[in-house]
């Protein structure tokens, strides 16, 4: 029962995002809050321009690293459509997904960066690059459902899951991700890795049968 109403959280949180996107795609672009994002966005490339070579084998900053390559990436790609796809419904609304997805990410970055964010998430998202980054699109999105979901089914205090005992440190894993969707910032930059996963499996694919959906 509490893995389905965890489940149910996870779509209505989804639908969400996709309302927050029409929002976004209603907006016009050059408002006071774009302007806003692309100094900041200047701010934080700058910051990591800063980073010693030496940090780039830190979990924080490879995670870090490879989603913004990403986001860029995603951005090149809209930018070199046709003028004529571009000012198309569809063609707004895919450029009011990465803005959405650039915002609501931004949180997570700046944990990324000072070092300060949770543990279990950030062991989540190890797993998640480590396999986007080999083309295992599967295994990153079992990862993605674990981090949101699945460890959710289990409440705090369990000891088994059926005739398997669980250790002491999954049991703290399970625990500190559990209420992931209950947190709407940690939501939002969560569902956004997964926006992210979907453009690299569309940018990078591999063996179909390693590919979501």
Request: charged fraction near 35%; aromatic fraction near 8%.
């Amino acid at each position: 029962a509490m893995r389905m109403e965890r489940l149910r959280q996870f779509h209505a949180a989804e639908k969400e995002m996709k309302e927050g996107q029409h929002n976004d795609f209603l907006g016009t672009q050059d408002t006071r809050e774009d302007k806003e994002e692309h100094r900041l966005k200047e701010a934080e490339e700058d910051e990591e321009h800063r980073l010693h070579k030496a940090d780039e084998n830190v979990p924080e900053f490879v995670v870090l690293h490879y989603l913004k390559k990403l986001l860029k990436e995603w951005e090149m790609s809209l930018d070199e459509r046709p003028e004529e796809e571009k000012k198309t419904a569809q063609g707004k609304v895919e450029a009011a997904s990465h803005r959405q997805c650039c915002r609501y990410i931004r949180p997570l970055f700046k944990l990324l960066r000072s070092r300060n964010a949770n543990e279990s998430i950030l062991s989540f998202l190890v797993r998640m690059v480590d396999y986007m980054k080999n083309g295992e699109y599967l295994k990153a999105n079992d990862q993605y459902l674990q981090m949101s979901i699945g460890n959710a089914a289990w409440p705090m205090g369990v000891t088994c899951v059926g005739i398997h005992e669980r250790s002491a440190r999954e049991k703290i894993h399970s625990n500190a991700v559990a209420h992931v969707l209950n947190d709407e910032t940690q939501r939002k930059y969560i569902q956004s890795v997964k926006r992210i996963m979907t453009f690299c499996q569309k940018k990078y694919p591999s063996d179909p049968s390693k590919h979501v959906g």
